[in-house]
């Protein structure tokens, strides 16, 4: 094949290629439900391959959340410690250039991400990941590429809404601050290294729906619009954090044109951004063309290369997810927990009361459709019961405070019925509130790890009722009575007992800055290590659904569960 280059024209091609919230898709096999893949970084690394040859400067950045997802991340990052970590070695190997600190790779605590910057070869940026001591950035905030003689000046900045979810010691001694005032401090910085473009890396969702943006909105967890509107100097900003795509050119307060692109998640597609560079020059700045697209990592086929030199890894993990711990005498699966006591959850209740001795445990369903069947229990079922790395917390509330709790976490999840034909489940709607069907099944409007059911206390929840009134507890399971003015101990994870979903806040209305006073206690490791070790011990799990809350009128939920269950997994409950 003949390549010929624009170079002798006075004119570069160049590419930047994004990847973002891989969560662990490196390898073409999913390690949880121990199938092949359609996507994964080892495709992606075809595609990156095929466009170095083609362009006369290619950059390869990355967008963060790397560190969790898969088990082939977690078991370098919490199991082979001394190995090098999987991560490094796989982008080291694929050469990028920079890459940005995502919120799931501080989940997994100092420990982890200090150990990667320094096995990386590239450098991870965020400007506004603020050094307490020093008042500095933690991590680089802007690096400086240059190949070909191509100046290019890329800017990190991560989602400033992390202390909501995770527990402040997986970033002691860090503070993360607005990203927009950030990004007006670092860019007469960055335009003082006089790029020949700058590039926004962000990890966080890109959001234009409200004009809001225009005003901006501090510590706003997707403030990449925020940003793009009201710091001119972009020429292009790549998002992350959302796992939605984009594609798109749009103006700033100055009116200049700014290419945003989003990238999706786990290794599905690649964002690209074309760009046509002169070397004439209008008011002291190169002449460029930009386009941007969305590239579908499943048109290509796996590197043979990548595979072949990172089959150690593939063996060794496999041997760590298809660990045996124990066996299970029934098949579990999370489809239940959207209608009722699911044993799939009540498994991560009794665990959770377990360890902690509370007296209530909320729990949701981290995972929308998988199961645990019935027979050996492996390390790999693990990440199926619980996906994400969340510590346990005891923490108090009042009675008072459990009800509203409850009713708010229900009020995200149920319509108010009048009958028995209406929808039960809130589901993505149209404009003419029916239901959305796409490939033949509907979709929860809202996130289901923020369906928080509760154990220790038995409950109903009534669906005829309007928001807010919904919740009826008649006692504890023990047979206690429940009292709204006492003081209870309750097991939940640190997502949400650092404010997640608003659960607290907006629900029980704890807020935010007396959390902290709230926690009892705390586990040191995250609860998925602690539910394997609680299987281990026992050797055999009976799942069952605890039954101790129940939706009513019986009479229209039964109707409402076997039409509801058929749309949102196209099979008969």
């Known amino acids: 094949m003949l390549l010929v280059s624009c170079s002798g024209t006075g004119k570069k091609k160049i590419s930047i290629l994004e990847t973002t919230d891989v969560h662990g898709v490196i390898l073409q096999y999913d390690f949880i439900e121990k199938e092949k893949l359609n996507a994964s970084l080892a495709s992606s690394f075809t595609y990156i391959r095929q466009i170095r040859e083609e362009k006369d400067v290619t950059i390869l950045l990355d967008n ?92 990190g900045l991560v989602t400033p809404a992390i202390p909501n979810w995770l527990p402040p010691e997986l970033y002691a001694g860090i503070e993360f601050r607005d990203m927009v005032e950030t ?59 959302d796992h939605r795509l ?23 597609k690649i964002a690209q951004a074309d760009i046509t560079l002169s070397s004439r020059k209008i008011k002291g700045r190169k002449q460029r063309r ?64 377990e360890i902690t001795g509370a007296d209530i445990s909320f729990a949701a369903p981290l995972s929308f459709d998988v199961h645990i069947p019935e027979g050996p229990i492996t390390i790999g079922d693990m990440f199926k019961l619980y996906r994400f790395e969340n510590m346990l917390y005891t923490m108090t509330m009042s009675g008072d405070e459990v009800q509203k709790y ?46 928080d059911s ?56 704890v807020g935010k800055d007396e959390l902290r006073s709230r926690l009892v206690s705390s586990t040191d490791r995250d609860l998925r290590y602690y539910i394997l070790k609680s299987i281990e011990a026992k050797k055999t799990v009976n799942p069952e659904p605890l039954n101790n809350w129940k939706i009513i009128p019986e009479k229209w939920v039964k109707q409402a569960t076997s039409r509801e269950y058929a749309m949102l997994f196209g099979t008969k409950k």
């Open 183 to 241: 990004a007006k401090l670092w860019m007469p910085v960055i335009l003082n290294e006089k790029p020949d473009l700058v590039v926004g890396l962000f990890h966080s969702g890109w959001d234009r729906s409200k004009e809001e943006f225009q005003k901006s909105d501090p510590l706003n967890e997707n403030s990449s619009a925020d940003v793009a509107y009201n710091v001119p100097g972009f020429d292009i900003i790549f998002n992350g954090h």
């Open 290 to 353: 930009i386009t941007g697209k969305i590239i579908n990592v499943a048109d290509f086929k796996p590197d043979p290369e990548f595979i072949t030199r990172f089959t150690p890894q593939h063996e060794k993990i496999d041997e760590y997810v298809n660990r045996v711990i124990g066996n299970s005498s029934a098949t579990v699966s999370s489809r239940d927990a959207y209608f009722g006591p699911s044993a799939f959850i009540d498994m991560i209740h009794l665990i959770q009361l």
């Open 64 to 155: 963060g959340d790397n560190l969790q997802g898969q088990p082939e991340v977690y078991y370098y990052n919490f199991i082979d410690t001394v190995s090098p970590h999987f991560c490094a070695e796989v982008m080291n190997y694929m050469g990028y250039d920079a890459g940005t600190v995502g919120n799931h790779d501080v989940e997994a605590g100092h420990g982890v991400y200090d150990r990667l910057v320094k096995e990386y070869n590239f450098p991870l940026i965020a400007a506004n990941a603020i050094d307490i001591k020093t008042g500095t950035p933690y991590f680089k905030p802007y690096y400086v590429i240059v190949k070909e003689g191509i100046k290019i000046a890329v800017f």
């Open 246 to 268: 984009a594609n798109e050119k749009f103006v700033n307060l100055v009116g200049d044109t700014v290419l945003v692109l989003d990238g999706g998640s786990r290794s599905e």
């Open 406 to 451: 409850l009713e708010y976490s229900y009020s995200g999840w149920f319509n108010t019925m009048n009958g028995p034909g209406d929808v039960m489940l809130k589901l993505r709607a149209g404009k003419d509130g029916k239901p959305i069907i796409t490939n033949g099944k509907a979709w929860l409007k809202n996130q289901p790890y923020n369906f």
């Open 454 to 509: 509760a154990a220790g206390i038995d409950y109903s929840v009534d669906v005829s009722k309007p928001e807010g009134v919904r919740i009826i507890i008649s006692g504890f399971t023990d047979g206690r009575p429940f009292e709204r003015n006492k003081l209870y101990k309750v097991a939940v994870n640190s997502y949400r007992g650092n404010g997640g979903g608003g659960h607290f806040a907006e629900g029980a209305g």
